[in-house]
């Protein structure tokens, strides 16, 4: 059974910093590219960052140069840090664990980030 679990959102003042952390079980874990995605209210959901198995990284302009994707493969987690936060990064944070067409791709349930004064 795969399991996405998320966890390290939060309430946080703009500015302030979270860490975000993806833990997977039930799949080769440095086979998939990892991704994390965001759902605002009454926005569809979007890609954040994504890191590939090999290491390599791409952002959305709007985060580049404040968070930060990494992966643990040791560990079966991703990580996202999260820097000088704003209001407009509101939204829930959802993992995202893709493979190939025989592997699958599979989310986590989300966690909610906050940013608010």
């Known amino acids: 059974q795969v399991q996405l679990v998320e966890s390290g959102g939060g309430l946080v003042q703009p500015g302030g910093s979270l860490r975000l952390s993806c833990a997977a079980s039930?799949?080769?874990?440095?086979?998939?590219?990892m991704g994390w995605y965001r759902q605002a209210p009454g926005k569809q959901r979007e890609l954040v960052a994504v890191?590939?198995?090999?290491?390599?990284?791409k952002y959305v302009d709007p985060v580049k140069g404040r968070f930060t994707i990494s992966r643990d493969n040791a560990k079966n987690t991703m990580f996202m840090q999260m820097n000088s936060l704003k209001p407009e990064d509101t939204a829930v944070y959802y993992c995202?664990?893709?493979?190939?067409?025989?592997?699958?791709?599979?989310w986590g349930q989300g966690t909610q980030v906050t940013v608010s004064s």
């Open positions: 039930g799949i080769i874990f440095s086979t998939y590219v």
């Open positions: 890191i590939n198995t090999g290491g390599s990284t």
């Open positions: 995202n664990a893709y493979g190939s067409i025989s592997q699958g791709s599979y």
